[in-house]
């Protein structure tokens, strides 16, 4: 059938063709790898008989006995090294081939971009911990009014660039975001924000129970809660993505 | 009221035609993840997508896609 990108794609008994040869390949390969195993074990035995450290006198002209037979290292040496050379021969010859290599599922640009995408959601929340709980502090600073430069302008850097790195890699709708936007990720992101959703609402309330018993440790469990909040719904975001690569 | 899922027979026709995952993923305009999942019955397709789908394998939606009754 003609394509749009100009290809013909195989009927369908040239696919079961293809299919049938890719098998046979893949099987003499792995032949010729089973023969590379036996041939290299063998050379390992000789060259361990070889070091052992028993005394040796004639060299190669020792013999080991193998089944009640006397047999020279050399003759040993001379059928490994023929295995050897045979095994790598047959390896070669039986390779995995371009059709092997294609079936090797290589992701295309749009799943390399979503698993960025989810990378960057798994390290970020790592990278926000220490600022997340450096921010009372830096308040602190400037409540009490003498909070030097660098605090004013670390202080709204943190507060929102967190937030803004998750939701922007979420909801960004550049080019970018276009080709990361299929209905698979909308409905992993839609997940996502149900159990963000679900994580953030439960926080919320024990945050308000918090601060009707002790309202000081209300404010201080505030960073925990913002940390959670876009975390969890970040992680899971990515953990569905893996798990959609891995099996689907 | 039994409860219907989606089969398919996505990966079966997909072979037969002798194309990878990314390969059809491509095609449509998809991630691999995307058929991937689509065929192991995790993600139900929108119908835009079955019908892209059953478009570029060269069939219908009803040969692609069927009812399960639990």
Redesign the interface.
Known sequence: ?A???GQI????D???A??RGERRRVFRFKLALIIVGLGSGLLGALAARLLSGRPHTGGLQDTITLWRAPIPLWTILVVGLAVAATAGGLTWRYRPGAGVL??I????Q??RM?NGLARWLFITPLCAVAGVFALPALIGQILAGHAPLIVWVMTPALTFAYPYMILASLLTRNRIGRALD????R?LRAQAFTVGFVVAMIALAGLFWLGLYRPAWMVEGLPAALLICATVPAWTYAFL?WR??R?? | MAERGLGNHLKALR????????EL???V??????I????????I??T??ALALARTL?TTVEALFFLVED
């Open positions: 059938m394509q749009a990108d794609a195989p009927t369908r040239e696919g079961q293809l299919i294609r079936l599922e290589v992701p295309g749009r799943d979503q299929d209905e698979l990720t409905a993505n959609a690569e099996d689907g | 072979t037969e035609r002798g194309l990878t995952q990314a993923a491509q095609r305009g998809v991630s691999r993840k995307t991937n999942t689509v065929e192991n019955s995790v993600f397709p929108s835009l997508l060269e």
